[in-house]
């Protein structure tokens, strides 16, 4: 069964962005640092490089490695959308989870008005019925987002970024309900920054 995975940039504070949404306080490291950084996750993860920057990125022509499908809340479409990107990652099937989002925004974004949870189970039953392959579905954000989806995270892909935020948009806004995930790997980078991938726990 397809895997849902919350890949995402944290504060040490547990932040993802500020209280306007701004995600530029992350330091990224010196020139040199950025760009080794940057050429490792893009590597790695290349469907997740929106795709007006792939190109400029050296990933346009890179086939998707992890994810086939984006799942995001308003707030996270709101950034390209305020710029006139209608359909940020073109290169996946996309999803957007609001209430208040027009459905015709763009063909090629389906708007999801409520019921994530429905949304992401039927995503995950597809493979074995028409969809092979393979690949996982990425959730891009927003905290409120992922704390609805909590009970169907299978994976977390943590980028902990050496700053502090001090208040902003949490990583998980939800109900209380402790989910104990196990790490599987860490990795540190030049720039302070520390990729840790976590998987669910599986109890028998």
Not at 18 to 35: I, L, M, S, V, Y
Not at 73 to 78: D, H, L, N, Q, V
Not at 121 to 143: N, S
């Amino acid at each position: 069964m397809r895997k849902l995975v919350y890949y995402i940039g944290v504060s040490i504070d547990g932040r993802i962005a500020g209280p306007g949404g701004e995600f530029d306080f992350f330091p990224q490291g010196d020139e040199r640092q950025a760009a080794a950084y940057s050429a490792w996750m893009n590597e790695l993860y290349p469907e997740t490089v929106p795709t007006a920057y792939r190109a400029a990125a050296g990933v346009g022509d890179a086939p998707n490695r992890r994810f086939d499908t984006v799942v995001m809340g308003r707030g996270t479409y709101r950034l390209p959308l305020d710029n006139g990107i209608t359909s940020p990652y073109a290169h996946l099937r996309q999803y957007v989870v609001s209430s208040t989002l027009k459905p015709d925004t763009d063909p090629a974004v389906t708007v999801v008005p409520s019921d994530p949870l429905a949304l992401v189970r039927e995503l995950k039953g597809e493979v074995g019925a028409g969809r092979e392959t393979g690949l996982d579905i990425w959730l891009c954000g927003g905290g409120r987002l992922a704390g609805a989806l909590l009970p169907e995270l299978d994976e977390l892909l943590i980028k902990t970024y050496p700053v502090v935020a001090g208040t902003g948009v949490p990583v998980f806004d939800g109900a209380f309900d402790p989910t104990v995930f196990d790490v599987a790997e860490r990795t540190t980078f030049p720039n302070g920054a520390l990729l840790t991938r976590l998987t669910r726990r599986q109890f028998a």
